[in-house]
């Protein structure tokens, strides 16, 4: 099988073409393109995207079981709403507050308070969270939200949750704020974003045909991922499923057991790639998708902004860098 030469080099006119979208899920492909830049868009939805999420936790009142420090990182993992995060200011850029992360324009504010007044156990969730802005909350929060409006039945004990016994109190002040992934895993969009090379598969048709019924079923069987199947009326090999195709060389080593090496060829199309992203429900899939593609663009200005001389002052500026 052939592989996508080393230092290969294109003329890059990308083209996106959505396959499946939904809201937490995208299929997509990226043609016309190479591996540097398929990966380039890649790590942007993991590590690049901001979203909003709690950075600063002061505790007023805890009696439950569990201890601050492990309040605030559990409060910290819990997906905000983020659709609102690329026109935030960064806390540390922020002149209204003097980069103190405490202003509407680079912070949102919530609140929590909850006592357990009966003998039954009270479960304090991600629910409880009250925001001072209706744009930025718990994920869980806008979707029990959304499905109230429609009328279906949502499960308010999601999210992040802990027990209350009588007695016990918990009550905090959260400050969140925009980030990246690459500063901390608790701002990335993503929870899987991967991408395969399109597999270009040719059967050798004439090869195939001098294969008795048993052995075709034999070699197609063969695939651990079934991407090959017989047709139940003309009893010939198809490609069923040319995706499923895992690049395990499988069905080229069983073609060579059987004495019929080139029964199958298969390549990778060095320009072409297919994307599967899964997002935490901070953003839409779509939106991590355009937001990915909006600051690799920025990325490549900044780069372009460079002097002949290769100074790198500018770009660090543009990019928000020291």
């Not at 609140?111 to 629910?127: G, I, K, M, P, Y």
């Amino acid at each position: 099988m052939d592989r996508p030469a080393a230092g290969a080099s294109y003329q890059r006119f990308p083209r996106v073409r959505i396959r499946e979208l939904r809201d937490d899920y995208a299929k997509f492909e990226l043609r016309d393109t190479d591996a540097s830049m398929a990966n380039a868009l890649r790590r942007v939805m993991i590590a690049e995207v901001p979203t909003v999420a709690i950075d600063l936790v002061e505790i007023e009142v805890n009696s439950s079981v569990l201890n601050d420090e492990f309040i605030a990182h559990r409060l910290g993992l819990i997906p905000l709403t983020s659709a609102a995060a690329m026109q935030m200011r960064f806390s540390r850029e922020c002149d209204a507050c003097d980069g103190d992360g405490s202003c509407e324009y680079c912070s949102v504010e919530f609140h929590l308070a909850a006592r357990a007044e009966s003998d039954q156990t009270l479960e304090v969730t991600s629910n409880d969270l009250r925001s001072n802005d209706p744009k930025v909350c718990p994920v869980d929060q806008a979707r029990a939200y959304q499905q109230a409006l429609s009328g279906s039945d949502f499960d308010p004990n999601t999210g992040d949750q802990r027990q209350l016994r009588r007695g016990q109190e918990l009550r905090l002040r959260a400050i969140a704020r925009k980030g990246i992934g690459k500063d901390h895993a608790k701002w990335s969009p993503a929870a899987t974003v991967t991408f395969m090379y399109e597999p270009d598969i040719r059967i050798n048709e004439e090869l195939m045909e001098t294969l008795t019924l048993d052995e075709k079923r034999s070699w197609v069987e063969s695939s651990p991922t079934k991407v090959f199947a017989i047709d139940p009326i003309t009893q010939q090999v198809k490609v069923a499923e040319a995706e499923e195709y895992t690049y395990d060389d499988e069905v080229i080593k069983k073609a060579e057991a059987m004495g019929k090496p080139g029964l199958v060829e298969i390549n990778a199309k060095e320009d072409s790639f297919i994307f599967t992203v899964e997002t935490t429900g901070a953003i839409t899939a779509y939106e991590l998708i355009m937001n990915a593609i909006t600051v690799l663009r920025q990325k490549l200005d900044a780069v372009r902004l460079q002097d002949d001389d290769g100074d790198l002052g500018e770009l660090g500026a543009h990019l928000g860098g020291p």
